[in-house]
């Protein structure tokens, strides 16, 4: 399994960014992650690929929305409302099996190379 994650950018406070992640071969569960200079690598959202179920960490939770389009093996990250706080490495990661935590980065099993989002006040 590749992860090939793109999409990230500079924008200003309040604009809005799209992430993808196409992946190559079968997973599970997608989700992304981000991490901030100085910080510790958080889970943002992550969707189950059979039945698109999502979940969000609460601090994007109403301003990110993370889909999936089976036809073209990618998942998207919308990001709106964008704050400086968000800016960070975006990674997208896939696992193989259901597990009821979706947020441990530990128990993701293939990652992608990352990309950059900066947001400026």
């Known amino acids: 399994v590749q992860l090939v994650d793109s999409g990230g950018g500079s924008v200003q406070a309040g604009g809005s960014l799209r992430l993808s992640c196409v992946v190559s071969?079968?997973?599970?569960?997608l989700a992304w992650f981000r991490r901030a200079p100085g910080k510790e690598r958080g889970g943002v959202a992550s969707?189950?690929?059979?039945?698109?179920?999502?979940h969000y960490a609460d601090s994007v939770n109403g301003r990110f929305a993370i889909t999936r389009d089976p036809a073209k093996r990618t998942v998207y990250l919308q990001m709106d409302s964008l704050e400086p706080e968000d800016s960070a490495m975006y990674y997208c990661?896939?696992?193989?099996?259901?597990?009821?935590?979706?947020?441990?980065?530990?128990?993701?099993?293939?990652w992608g190379q990352g990309t950059q989002v900066t947001v400026s006040s």
């Open positions: 990661a896939g696992r193989n099996r259901y597990g009821a935590r979706w947020s441990r980065d530990f128990d993701y099993d293939y």
């Open positions: 071969g079968r997973v599970y569960r």
């Open positions: 969707i189950d690929i059979p039945d698109a179920r999502t």
